[in-house]
């Protein structure tokens, strides 16, 4: 998938290699964003469809994510306006950070070789 930005602060990338299921990468992106403090109290997240559409997958994985994370209190949806980070305080693990880097790098690797770098 691809690397750009698509909303305020995030990156949304998913690694089709790593085996953890896109729902729990939408999940863990957005804790890591909220961690590290690029999401903020408020922040709006772009709308299932868009962000389904964007990332090239169902809408209702999508869903899923934003429903987790709603039942977690990581986000609030508002009918009719969208979904907005809580302010809930995420802390993330030295592991679960080290396992989204290492997605990251995967993606990355994955992403350079298709436009023919050559990858050691």
């Known amino acids: ?18 085996g953890v299921p896109y729902y729990r990468q939408i999940i863990k992106q957005v ?4 961690s590290d403090g690029r999401l903020g109290k408020g922040a709006k997240l772009p709308t299932v469809r868009s962000l389904a559409v964007h990332l090239q997958i169902n809408p ?10 709603e039942i977690r209190g990581i986000v609030n949806t508002q009918q009719g306006t969208g979904t907005f980070i809580s302010g809930k305080k995420i802390d993330l693990t030295a592991d679960e950070r080290k396992d989204i880097l290492d997605s990251l790098i995967r993606s990355f690797l994955a992403n350079a070789s298709s436009y023919g770098f050559v990858v050691e």
């Open 1 to 18: 998938m691809t690397a750009e930005r698509y909303t305020e602060g995030i990156d949304f990338i998913l690694d089709q290699t790593s």
């Open 60 to 69: 209702n994985t999508v869903a899923r994510a934003y429903n987790e994370m």
């Open 31 to 34: 804790e890591m964003a909220i």
